[in-house]
Each structure stands twice: as structure tokens, then as C-alpha cells.
């Protein structure tokens, strides 16, 4: 990089990137519980599962909303020394610095089935899709205002975008790099300069 640039991460993108490997390893941890009888029976697990998946995903996708809209309203426009960083460096690097609790989180769902079938299984399915949610949230208000919202890699490096770390956003119009609005991959190829 050139003196003074430095490279921006999309904030969707950080946000969406651990939803499937929550959902995916919750929903098959939920499976293998149902399988199980456990101590509560299967029955209760389930019914004690499907609340707790609708608690975390109304927990995962509230949590810090306010703080979202305030760096987000707050945000400058990029300048043209920036770098965006691809979609898929994002997400290698999200999932890098979460994987280190997921398979833990996923054998201690499917371990908690001998006592409460699926529960577990079902609350880590529900964080995942709060946190899918949230990226459809910060997507709708990306094309509100016609920007995407950007951040500084460093400050996320625990996969935080709004933690006390991140200082503030800034904003590129909306064709810019290769992840449209909510984070999804875009269907062709995109320009990559901020714009």
C-alpha cells in the first residue's frame, strides 16, 4: 500500500460471515439431540429448544443496534487511497478468529442433548440467524441511504464491528467492491475502488 492508504472491510460482511457456521453446525447439533432421549425426553428439549432459538436470535439481532446507526450515521466518505478488501478476505478472516470456539460450542450442543435434546443445537441455529438478520438490517439501510458501510480491519479483529474498538465508519457508494448491500456476494464482478 501507498503512503497513507490503508484497507477498509465491509461491515455486513463481518456481520454475516459466522451466521452459516452457526446455523449449520446448530441445525445438525439439533438433529443428532432429537435422536437422543435424554433426561427432559424429547418433547421438552424440543419445545425448551425453540424458545431458546427464538430468545437468541432476537437477542443477537437487537444487541448493539443503536451503536450500528450512530457510527453509521456519523460516517465519512472513504477517500481514494483506500483499498477495499475483497468479500472472501473478510470472511477468511472473521471465521479464522471464531473458529477457535465453534467446534467446542458445536460438541458441547451435541454432548447437552443427553440432558436436554436439541436445545443447544437450536440456540447456537438461533444466533445465527440473528446475525443474518442483523446483515439483512444493515443492508436495508445501505440502500435507504445508498452507501455501504466500511470499517478498518484492525479494529475488528475479534469480529466485533461495533465493539469499542472500532473508532468510526466510513462509506463508499453503493456499486463499490464485490459484496452488494447486506453483504451477499455480487452476482457479476464489481468495481473495487471506493466510489
Same mark, same amino acid.
Given at each position: 500500500?501507498?503512503?497513507?492508504?490503508?484497507?477498509?472491510?465491509?461491515?455486513?460482511?463481518?456481520?454475516?460471515?459466522?451466521?452459516?457456521?452457526?446455523?449449520?453446525?446448530?441445525?445438525?447439533?439439533?438433529?443428532?439431540?432429537?435422536?437422543?432421549?435424554?433426561? #427432559?425426553? %424429547? +418433547?421438552?428439549?424440543? $419445545?425448551?429448544? &425453540?424458545?431458546?432459538?427464538?430468545? /437468541?436470535?432476537? !437477542? *443477537? @439481532? #437487537?444487541? %448493539? +443496534?443503536?451503536?450500528? $446507526?450512530?457510527? &453509521?450515521?456519523?460516517?465519512?466518505? /472513504?477517500?481514494? !487511497? *483506500? @483499498?477495499?478488501?475483497? +468479500?472472501?478476505?473478510?470472511?477468511?478472516?472473521?471465521?479464522?478468529?471464531?473458529?477457535?470456539?465453534?467446534?467446542?460450542?458445536?460438541?458441547?450442543?451435541?454432548?447437552?442433548?443427553?440432558?436436554?435434546?436439541?436445545?443447544?443445537?437450536?440456540?447456537?441455529?438461533?444466533?445465527?440467524?440473528?446475525?443474518?438478520?442483523?446483515?439483512?438490517?444493515?443492508?436495508?439501510?445501505?440502500?435507504?441511504?445508498?452507501?455501504?458501510?466500511?470499517?478498518?480491519?484492525?479494529?475488528?479483529?475479534?469480529?466485533?464491528?461495533?465493539?469499542?474498538?472500532?473508532?468510526?465508519?466510513?462509506?463508499?457508494?453503493?456499486?463499490?467492491?464485490?459484496?452488494?448491500?447486506?453483504?451477499?456476494?455480487?452476482?457479476?464482478?464489481?468495481?473495487?475502488?471506493?466510489?
Amino acid at each position: 500500500m501507498g503512503r497513507g492508504a490503508y484497507a477498509l472491510a465491509r461491515v455486513a460482511v463481518i456481520v454475516r460471515a459466522p451466521a452459516g457456521w452457526l446455523w449449520w453446525p446448530g441445525v445438525l447439533a439439533a438433529g443428532v439431540g432429537v435422536l437422543v432421549p435424554g433426561l #427432559t425426553g %424429547r +418433547r421438552i428439549g424440543v $419445545l425448551a429448544g &425453540a424458545a431458546l432459538f427464538l430468545i /437468541a436470535a432476537i !437477542a *443477537v @439481532f #437487537t444487541v %448493539r +443496534r443503536k451503536r450500528y $446507526l450512530e457510527l &453509521a450515521r456519523t460516517a465519512s466518505r /472513504a477517500g481514494k !487511497a *483506500v @483499498f477495499l478488501q475483497d +468479500r472472501a478476505v473478510t470472511v477468511r478472516a472473521c471465521r479464522r478468529a471464531l473458529r477457535w470456539w465453534l467446534l467446542p460450542a458445536f460438541l458441547a450442543a451435541v454432548a447437552s442433548s443427553f440432558a436436554v435434546p436439541a436445545a443447544a443445537g437450536m440456540l447456537m441455529a438461533g444466533a445465527g440467524a440473528g446475525l443474518w438478520g442483523k446483515a439483512l438490517w444493515l443492508g436495508r439501510w445501505e440502500r435507504t441511504n445508498d452507501v455501504l458501510l466500511w470499517v478498518r480491519p484492525e479494529w475488528v479483529a475479534r469480529g466485533r464491528p461495533a465493539g469499542k474498538t472500532v473508532r468510526a465508519y466510513q462509506t463508499t457508494g453503493i456499486v463499490a467492491g464485490d459484496a452488494g448491500p447486506g453483504g451477499a456476494r455480487r452476482g457479476r464482478a464489481a468495481p473495487v475502488a471506493a466510489r
